[in-house]
């Protein structure tokens, strides 16, 4: 008799764990509690036009193993994505500066604050220092470029200052560059598909038992143990455990709305992904699929990243830890309540600030391991 496993959400994570232990001879069902699977990169359409209401999601890797899967499902064109950065550079500025993200030195040169940016350059330490997010990006630029692109973009998206939180989490997303490469990521494969990226998970969960709008909390564990074998929890845990409020996460709303447009390939906005760091607006960033989609339309969506909403989108990790601490104890909490292996794997069960290549690749770990230890 085969092994049966749970897996609790349909998102990356939860669909490539499902598909490999489907492969593996196991007898898998993921159970999601929405209506459709994908999690929070899925795309939707308005008025035919693809837009993502949970905000950009450019997937990108270095990792092969990953690359070969995605591309088994159909993820395979290419796209450089280039992010620009509205700046304002005083008070009285009544138009502002679109710049490059991450900032690019031989940009900034043409910038009236170049001569106080290039003293504040001349005295960084030789390598990155500080145990917050402020102090940590301030030594990569210095305080005016922190001043510009990140204190108050960070005050916004995360309803606190950058001091508050940790640093761990800036040497991937923060740099300064001076090397002239003008993509966001240097990774190695970078795509966007064309209709969303819905297709390919539907692709890879087209082998697996897939069963929707179930919710599965912590008071199912008995159900589950005599259902499954083991089960993989891919949810928050505060909210598998019914908790809400233990842990601290930063959600945002994106407040779509539809444009006509004359051409076909045409766009209202000068990039898919434009930071807004000044307090002018209340919004973080513009996003407009279509940059990346390249879709021809009559039309095109802009999307204004409003931060603050009651979501689970971003993981808060604070200069102490105290949130991954707590996200830690759930986890020992919860699987006191099965009498069956429990596996954590995600960005959401584990509390961690993670792309798509990375939610695949912890996919493919716990995978490995409940095949270790369960067997076919």
Known sequence: MRRRIGVVGAGWTGAVAGRLLTDAGFAVEVLEKTSVVGGHSRAETMNGVVYEPNGAHI????????????????????????????????????????????????????????????RELASLPAQPTGGNFEDYVVSI?????????????????????????????????????????????????????????????????????????????????????????????????????????????RGIEMRSRFEPTDDPGGVLTPAYVTNRPSTRVPYTRTVETKHATGQQIKGTVVSEEMPGAPRRHYPVLTADGANERRNAELAEKIAEHFDIPVYFAGRLATYRYINQDEAIADAMVVAHRVAAELGG
């Not at 591309?71 to 490059?100: C, F, I, M, Q, W």
Request: charged share 30%; aromatic share 10%.
């Open 141 to 249: 630029m210095g305080r005016t470029l922190y001043d510009l692109f990140i204190r108050d973009y960070t005050a916004k998206q995360w309803g606190r200052p950058a001091i508050e939180l940790s640093a761990r989490f800036a040497p991937k997303r923060v740099e300064l560059r001076r090397d002239g490469h003008r993509g966001l990521f240097r990774d190695r494969w970078q795509y966007c598909p064309p209709n969303g990226i819905n297709e390919v998970i539907e692709s890879v969960l087209s082998t697996v038992a897939v069963t929707l709008d179930t919710e599965i909390t912590v008071d199912d564990a008995h159900r589950l143990g005599q259902d499954y074998d083991a089960v993989i929890i891919t949810a928050s845990l505060d909210d598998f455990a019914r908790c809400p409020g233990e842990l601290e996460w």
């Open 59 to 118: 997937f990108h890797t270095d990792n092969e193993e990953v690359n070969k899967f995605v591309n088994a499902h159909g993820l395979t064109r290419p796209y450089d994505h280039k992010v620009l950065t509205e700046v304002y550079l005083s008070p009285d500025d009544d138009e502002g500066h679109l710049l490059s993200w991450p900032p690019q030195v031989e940009e900034l040169k043409e910038l009236p604050v170049w001569p106080m940016v290039e």
